[in-house]
């Protein structure tokens, strides 16, 4: 058994990716954003689907299409792949958490 | 968007399952208990792979063979397809709520 809350860094300089599952067609990941936005430039364009949660914070996510979605703890939302998307936004007064579930 | 805290009942005198998304290979969804174990007799024991988070509240969860697992917020699991297991005490003071990704 594990927690999410294991191996967090005090602060986070740059944000922190980490693995939670990885299996055959699925991976289970957590994000920490603090007044990140990512990438740093252009569009995630993922060959997989991604369910994504927030789990505490909150975060911004803009589409290709000029759609933009404020999400804070307990909204989730699910990203069709090779829909373009970017973190535009992360509150940079608390810690982000993100859950997200990378499927095909 | 939705939120997880979406349609909770106020009372739960039965666990809730709520599909949160369900797709070709995985299905993401929501329990609910209070005092609840379950199944009512015997082990689930499951095609598909299930990693469970805890977002809220406290469970029990025990195994085939005779292990037991207490998960508080945050602790998460992985249970191979076919290991048989039963939700063997959750929190009668307070609502927990499960995450559960289901994969194969």
Known sequence: ???LKDNIPAELPQEVFTDLLVA?????ERILSQGHSSPASGWYD???HEWVLVLEGAGELT???GDKVQLRAGD???IPAHTRHRVSWTDPEQRTVWLAVFYR
């Open 63 to 65: 589409f290709e299409n």
């Open 24 to 28: 055959e067609g699925v991976r289970i």
């Open 76 to 78: 989730y939302l699910n």
């Open 46 to 48: 993922q060959d997989e």
């Open 1 to 3: 058994m594990s927690n």
